[in-house]
């Protein structure tokens, strides 16, 4: 099983809707947890950290379940802008302070 | 002056050839990244370097070779490369490394072909 486990999409979504990705995790030791975005041919660039109480910025709120071993990140009245790769990022424990990466969640918002 | 930056953008090589990729940060940070991005895969860690130290190495094939001379810049060798190697190749920069490793700074990659 990967470490780390997004469902690629795409999510095809009309402005306005409420989406919402998963990214699940295998290591249970996990520590520090993330959502990037990533725009077609540019780097990724933090959207949010993803703290144990949730945590809101706008139209995005980031959640972690540890006990079922995933984060959420919900996107709200989706705007045309947001379309793009968004990815998890998370930092397991046990002396690795490795930023691991899921494969990246697809979202198109159209018109 | 955009934080992390990355020469060249554009790199086509062929196997026999021999290259290097350059990154330079300007952000003060302690740590910097390679890693590769290939279509459909996840990014995948190949070295981290913290206060000029390797601290990782992710088993990655030996015609790859980082250096870094100063905590500011981040070089990777090419040598001998295969067709597979064609990816894009992205640095990034932390303010440290280790357990309160934060927020992840990448330039804007450098995509390399090989023929």
């Known amino acids: 099983r990967k470490e780390v486990e997004q469902d690629p999409g795409p999510f095809n979504v009309p402005e306005g809707a409420t989406v919402a990705f998963n990214c699940t995790y295998s290591n249970s030791a996990s520590q520090s947890f993330f959502w990037y975005r990533q725009d077609c041919r540019k780097e990724p660039k933090l959207l949010m950290s993803?703290?144990?109480s949730g945590n809101e910025d706008g139209r995005f709120t980031a959640q972690l379940n540890r006990a079922s071993q995933y984060i959420s990140l919900l996107i709200r009245d989706s705007k045309l802008s947001d379309s793009a790769t968004y990815l998890c990022?998370?930092?397991f424990g046990g002396g690795s302070y490795i930023p691991t990466f899921g494969r990246g969640t697809s979202l198109i918002v159209h018109p | 002056e955009t934080g992390v930056t990355q020469t060249p953008r554009h790199l086509v090589m062929g196997m026999t050839n021999k290259k290097s990729l350059k990154c330079e940060q300007h952000l003060g940070h302690n740590a910097m990244y390679w890693y590769k991005q290939s279509a459909k895969k996840p990014l995948e860690l190949m070295f981290v370097y913290s206060l000029e130290e390797r601290v990782e190495n992710n088993s990655v094939p030996s015609r790859f070779s980082p250096e870094c001379p100063n905590s500011s810049h981040l070089f990777l060798h090419l040598h001998t490369l295969q067709p597979e190697d064609s990816a894009l190749y992205l640095c990034?920069?932390?303010?440290?490394?280790?357990?309160?490793?934060?927020?992840?700074?990448f330039g804007e990659g450098s995509r390399l072909t090989v023929l």
């Open positions: 990034a920069s932390s303010q440290d490394y280790g357990p309160n490793t934060g927020e992840l700074f």
């Open positions: 993803v703290y144990s």
């Open positions: 990022v998370m930092r």
